[in-house]
């Protein structure tokens, strides 16, 4: 409360008001005639306001912030987001009732005044001068929209709005003469519009038509006479006068309103009073705001998108320019997601794993040829409880996924297939592939320095048995690990890294790979988009398309809608159609007979890839049929969980697979995804067996080797163990029996293992 000074003299506050209410009825601020300065007064509106005449003529406005809406590719809401719930809409979508309402109770001479209430502010001075304090307003409904207009501009941050909503008479000044330039631009309806659209209501509601929702759960169209006095009491305090929190002072002010209403005559009085019998009539809706909201846990699919939009700069130059653009909301975003692909991969991750397993899964589905991203879930759900997360397993680190992505094993092979039938080795291309080897140096590098095996390392197969010559098609079906290092050290690694960088593959913290040869072996953390997106080039014969989430924006600003520019796939050609045909065909094989057999599709053509790494901690399966490309992880994002004596989703597993456990998850994603759609073929190749007679002892002709792909131990399958068959005439020594898992005795070359992973201090 203001005090007095010694001597009964009045407060600089009430000097201060005197002052003010003098100046405007001697018509000085309405004649536009200069203030004298009020820095005397020691009072400041934005920085300092000099005088009258020397504000800014006109008032920005900013366009108001809205909910923005986000739609699956079939035009269905996915969710809603915004920093504040509004939804714009015009006067005559608003009830009579509560612009009557809001009228009665904040400004009664609205519509006769300008935009100072010459007597209103007579009236107020007179009053607080009398008590001491300022114990009445004089601003007019225009003034109050003025005043929201700055604390709109202000946005978030709490400085400026402290600033917006100070109470000096520098502001004061600003106001009034922002108020009167409104007055005569816009005419009262338009501003009583402006009004009821831009005030905050309590509840995260801005505006009237939220309001409506979040209180009566209806449009603002639909109000009656008692839910709008309601709604225009809580103005003067949404805090205090809560309906959810304090049902009693609600009603006394809703009264309160009801009275001034048939004072003013705008209801009779019985109306009135008949009005203030009826109960509150609350209908909350609560508030939806944000992704954790979505549909068909589209959750971390519809954080992708916002990901996408802060960060690309095709909507705007700066992250805060695109910020500002979100914050602002308006926009109606149609997204490549469709329900069918959606609900199939959450469906298929529910049956699999649960949400308290000691580990996660996490799917992603592109379509080859355009790299729409058509469906994306994980176990663990969108939220900060016990069980939950808001990483985005399935994407890299600088999208809101976690910091390193996950080590690949096995499923990095076929890139290293792809670089060397680009280089012009056969398909028939065959290695001494030892059971045992040092790492081969010196390896050609893209820099010219050859990568040399300074320590010594060495890499071992599976078993003592898996020892070589073999050809690339056994060794894919096998995972030959020296027969990967052989190729790598013959082509060099500048065409491996050549094909990965055309693939767009990058580890997750969008590093590029590092030139050692173990990167052959899947040692680094990729994440799931990234891995579907370049599988998805095999399926459309070496094309290779950038994956994108969003169709189309438009965005809603005052009554205007225009429609934003969104990033493009770019494709670009990663390999030749003979090396992709090539490399389908072999991938073909897996799920056929190998170790995706689990994973495979019974009504059409599939390809893929099982892999297992370090201490059975990442367990994948990559696939893709001709129109679809599918990614699926599994494992603890901590990488601190060894998938050995598990039990996912209900099921025990002695060792998780490749195939076991992602395989199955996305066989059924897959399914239920391409049910009712097209089934082409892929344009296979003619891959010649090896000859019969140097493998009799371990498999019949080499190509039903049923090995287990590397889903072992060490990282790319070092350490298989096998869940493969060994072959139809073999004695079961090419695949293992699942249980024959060697501990290693090798040593690892720097580099081999992925870094500081998701471990202490990462994000899981």
Same mark, same amino acid.
């Given at each position: ?47 300092? $306001? ?72 007579? &009236? ?6 009398? *008590?001491?304090?300022?114990?009445? %307003?004089?601003?007019? #409904? ?43 631009? !816009? ?13 905050? =209501? ?10 409506? &929702? ?65 109960? !509150? ?62 609900? *199939? /991969? ?6 699999? $794993?649960?949400?308290?397993?000691? /580990? ?21 759900? =969108? ?22 992505? =996950? ?30 080897? +040092? ?19 060495? /890499? ?32 060099? #690694? ?46 459309? &014969? ?23 520019? $969104? ?22 094989? $897996? ?38 490309? %599918?990614?699926?992880?599994? %494992? ?14 209900? /099921? ?27 089934? +082409? ?12 007679? &140097? ?70």
């Amino acid at each position: 409360m203001p005090k007095k000074r010694s001597g009964g003299g009045l407060s600089s506050t009430q000097q201060a008001a005197k002052f003010l209410g003098v100046s405007v009825l001697a018509g000085a601020v309405m004649a536009g005639i200069a203030l004298p300065a009020v820095g005397a007064l020691g009072l400041a509106a934005k920085g300092s $306001v000099e005088s009258f005449d020397e504000l800014p003529t006109n008032l920005k406005t900013p366009p108001l912030s809205q909910r923005t809406t986000i739609l699956d590719a079939d035009g269905g809401q996915i969710a809603t987001v915004y920093s504040r719930d509004r939804t714009v809409v015009d006067l005559k979508d608003i009830s009579p009732y509560i612009q009557k309402a809001i009228v009665a109770i904040e400004d009664s001479r609205f519509y006769e005044h300008g935009a100072v209430d010459l007597k209103g502010v007579l &009236r107020a001075l007179n009053k607080n001068a009398r *008590s001491g304090e300022v114990s009445e %307003g004089a601003s007019t #409904l225009t003034q109050q929209y003025v005043k929201n207009v700055f604390v709109e501009e202000a946005g978030d941050d709490a400085t400026k709005v402290a600033q917006a909503t100070q109470q000096t008479i520098g502001r004061k000044i600003a106001e009034l003469k922002y108020a009167i330039q409104v007055e005569e631009e !816009l005419g009262k309806k338009k501003i009583l519009e402006n009004y009821l659209n831009i005030t905050f =209501f309590g509840q995260q509601a801005y505006g009237v038509e939220a309001a409506a &929702r979040r209180y009566f759960s209806k449009p603002a169209k639909d109000l009656n006479l008692q839910e709008s006095a309601l709604l225009a009491g809580i103005v003067q305090s949404p805090s205090r006068y809560d309906p959810v929190n304090d049902e009693a002072e609600a009603k006394k002010r809703r009264n309160t309103v009801l009275q001034r209403m048939a004072q003013v005559g705008d209801v009779s009085r019985e109306q009135a009073a008949e009005a203030a019998e009826a109960p !509150l009539g609350l209908k909350i809706s609560k508030p939806k705001n944000g992704c954790i909201t979505a549909v068909n846990d589209a959750s971390f699919f519809c954080d992708y998108v916002r990901e996408v939009f802060l960060n690309d700069p095709v909507f705007g130059k700066t992250r805060e320019d695109r910020a500002r653009i979100w914050n602002q909301g308006g926009l109606t975003i149609r997204t490549t997601l469709t329900p069918q692909a959606q609900e *199939s /991969v959450q469906d298929s991750l529910d049956d699999h $794993v649960n949400k308290s397993d000691s /580990v996660a899964a996490a799917v992603t589905l592109v379509e080859p040829g355009t790299g729409k991203i058509l469906g994306m879930g994980q176990s663990k759900p =969108f939220g900060y409880d016990k069980n939950e997360t808001e990483i985005n397993y399935s994407v890299d680190h600088g999208m809101g996924g976690s910091n390193f992505g =996950f080590p690949t094993g096995s499923t990095f092979k076929p890139f290293v297939a792809a670089a060397a039938l680009e280089e012009g080795r056969p398909v028939t291309q065959e290695y001494s592939s030892p059971y045992e080897m +040092p790492y081969p140096e010196p390896v050609q590098t893209c820099s010219g320095k050859p990568w040399m095996n300074e320590g010594g390392e060495t /890499v071992p197969n599976e078993s003592e048995s898996e020892v070589g010559p073999y050809r690339l098609k056994e060794a894919m079906a096998l995972s030959v690990n020296t027969y990967f290092v052989q190729m790598v050290a013959d082509i060099g #690694l500048c065409p491996v890294m050549k094909m990965t960088n055309g693939l767009h593959v990058v580890q997750g913290n969008g590093d590029k790979l590092p030139e050692v040869p173990a990167v052959s072996l899947g040692s680094k953390g990729i994440s799931p988009l990234t891995m579907a997106s370049a599988y998805a080039a095999f399926a459309s &014969r070496g094309m290779y398309c950038t994956p994108i989430a969003i169709e189309s924006i438009t965005q809603k600003i005052g009554d205007r809608q225009k429609s934003l520019e $969104v990033p493009k796939s770019t494709c670009s050609r990663a390999m030749s159609e003979k090396t992709a045909d090539t490399v389908n065909t072999l991938l073909q094989g $897996v799920v056929d007979s190998g170790t995706g057999q689990e994973a495979g599709l019974t009504d059409r053509a599939n390809a893929g890839k099982t892999g297992t790494t370090d201490e059975r901690k990442n367990a994948w399966f990559v696939g893709y049929t001709p129109n679809l490309s %599918g990614a699926v992880w599994v %494992g603890s994002a901590s990488q601190q969980v060894k998938m050995v004596n598990v039990t996912i989703g209900g /099921v025990p597993h002695a060792k998780v697979y490749g195939g076991s456990v992602p395989g199955p998850i996305w066989r059924d994603a897959m399914t239920g995804a391409l049910s009712g759609k097209e089934a +082409p073929s892929f344009n296979l190749v003619n891959i010649p067996d090896p000859d019969q007679d &140097r493998d009799d002892d371990r498999d019949d002709d080499g190509n039903n080797g049923d090995g287990n792909n590397g889903d072992g131990g060490l990282v790319g399958g070092l350490n298989s163990g096998g869940n493969g068959n060994g072959g139809n005439g073999g004695n079961n020594d090419g695949g293992g029996n699942g249980g024959n898992e060697p501990d290693p005795t090798f040593s690892i070359p720097e580099g081999f293992i992925q870094g500081p992973g998701n471990g202490p201090g990462g994000r899981d």
